[in-house]
Nanobody
Framework: VQLQASGGGLVQAGGSLRLSCAASGQTFSSSVLGWFRQAPGKEREFVAAVSRIGNTYYADFEKGRFTISGDNAKGTVYLQMNSLKSEDTAVYYC???????????????????WGQGTLVTVSS
């Protein structure tokens, strides 16, 4: 299974970007699809996730600026990011948690599948 993320780029502060991710390879089933990010010199952190039944989860720093959507059955997940700030600059990774996993949605170690990352740069 491979996850392919796209949609990153350079945007001015206050602007918007939409990240996309699609799974390919063998028949894909997941319980949760989501996004993590890693800024230069910082640890990887949880951004957002959507469960197979459509429940959504967000990191506190987003404060309503980001919206996640997706279709776990199809292996697609999107992240709409609005009102971007310079501190949102990071490599964004799409992730997938296998079915029947009991790990925490907020914990990177719970996700078996990771995309290659897409760089988001927000200029101030």
């Amino acid at each position: 299974v491979q996850l392919q993320a796209s949609g990153g780029g350079l945007v001015q502060a206050g602007g918007s970007l939409r990240l996309s991710c699609a799974a390919s390879g063998q028949t894909f089933s997941s319980s949760v699809l989501g996004w993590f990010r890693q800024a230069p010199g910082k640890e990887r952190e949880f951004v957002a996730a959507v469960s197979r039944i459509g429940n959504t989860y967000y990191a506190d720093f987003e404060k309503g600026r980001f919206t996640i959507s997706g279709d776990n059955a199809k292996g697609t997940v999107y992240l709409q990011m609005n009102s971007l700030k310079s501190e949102d600059t990071a490599v964004y990774y799409c992730v997938a948690m296998p079915l029947y996993s009991t790990g925490s949605i907020y914990d990177a170690t719970s996700y078996t599948y990771w995309g290659q990352g897409t760089l988001v740069t927000v200029s101030s």
